[in-house]
């Protein structure tokens, strides 16, 4: 029997790289996925790779900081699988980097809008059925920046400050209705969004890179699939006893300072 046998899982940020690899992961281990992204062509190509690959998904395009479209993935969800067992709530961008003192103002909203009210409104939208049920399990996207200051990041830091406010008070309130609520702290992840970030950082990405992945204490970066595979746990029955709780995924970043480099 696999790990989701006969499960529904809705993913948000599905087309991305963090959200695609945990599609996969949950598919292969037997659930049905719901895809949601802003960026149409690429769902759409995502979906066809899953499906070519044998497994049962479907995208519903959508902007995950708008009210309505977040009401409607989360109808089309239920619509399509009659309930949802699991949701990955995990779209976000990295926005500009520059400096507190210096940060444009409407940047500072943007990235608050998709990276703190759009994690809101998908547990708004996605917990009501979950609790009705009296069955669920969901994952917010935090962050490494969820625990400290990346100078430049204040929007985005903030931001990932709030998913775990979000994810400790959301935790609290459906924990007697049979829903459990986390959240995953990734490090330093080989993604697109981390190419954005290190493009403002750097002039050289591939040397920043590296330099970030020092930080760790494995001494690399981390790749989308290591934090698949604990969402897919966490999402999992096995934790059942997992709530309201912050996972590092991180290489060992956060639990030290490095005194060997
Ligand atoms: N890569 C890292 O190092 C890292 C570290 C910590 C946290 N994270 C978080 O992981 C999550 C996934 O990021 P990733 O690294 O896979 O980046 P990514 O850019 O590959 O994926 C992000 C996806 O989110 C989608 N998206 C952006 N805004 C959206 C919106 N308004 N509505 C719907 N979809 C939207 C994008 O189209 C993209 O497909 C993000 O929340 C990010 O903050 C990433």
């Known amino acids: 029997m696999k790990r989701h046998e006969g499960k529904t899982m809705l993913v948000t940020g599905a087309a991305g790289a963090i959200g695609f690899a945990t ?13 949601v992204d802003i960026d149409q062509p690429k769902l759409e190509q995502r979906v066809v790779q899953l499906q070519a690959a044998g497994h049962d998904a479907l995208g519903f395009h959508a902007d995950c900081a708008d009210e309505g479209q977040v009401r409607a993935y989360a109808e089309a ?17 990295e926005g500009t980097l520059a400096p507190t003192h210096e940060y444009p103002v409407a940047e500072f909203d943007h990235v608050l809008h998709v990276n703190l009210r759009g994690m809101f ?18 994952v917010n996207t935090a962050s490494i920046g ?3 200051g990346l100078a430049g990041a204040c929007a985005y830091n903030a931001a990932k400050h709030g998913v775990v ?10 924990a007697q ?14 993604t697109p969004l981390l190419v954005g970030m290190l493009e403002q950082m750097f002039d050289n990405v591939e040397a920043g890179m590296k330099k970030l992945g020092e930080v760790a204490t ?4 981390g790749q989308p699939e290591e934090v698949g595979q604990v969402v897919s746990f966490l999402l999992s029955d096995e934790a059942s006893y997992v709530n309201g709780a912050r996972w590092e995924i991180d290489g060992g970043a956060l639990a030290t300072i490095r005194n060997d480099i």
């Open 77 to 93: 969800a239920h619509g399509a699988f009659g309930h949802v067992d699991g949701f990955f709530n995990n779209a976000g961008i």
């Open 146 to 148: 969820s625990e400290r």
């Open 23 to 35: 599609c996969e992961i949950l598919a292969r281990e037997g659930a049905r996925v719901m895809l």
């Open 165 to 174: 406010g979000l994810t400790r008070t959301a935790a609290s309130e459906v």
């Open 218 to 221: 494995l001494n690399r970066v």
């Open 121 to 138: 409104l998908g547990l708004r939208y996605v917990l009501p059925g979950m609790a009705r049920r009296g069955k669920g399990a969901v």
């Open 177 to 190: 209705k049979g829903v459990r609520v986390n959240c995953v702290e990734p490090g330093v992840i080989e």
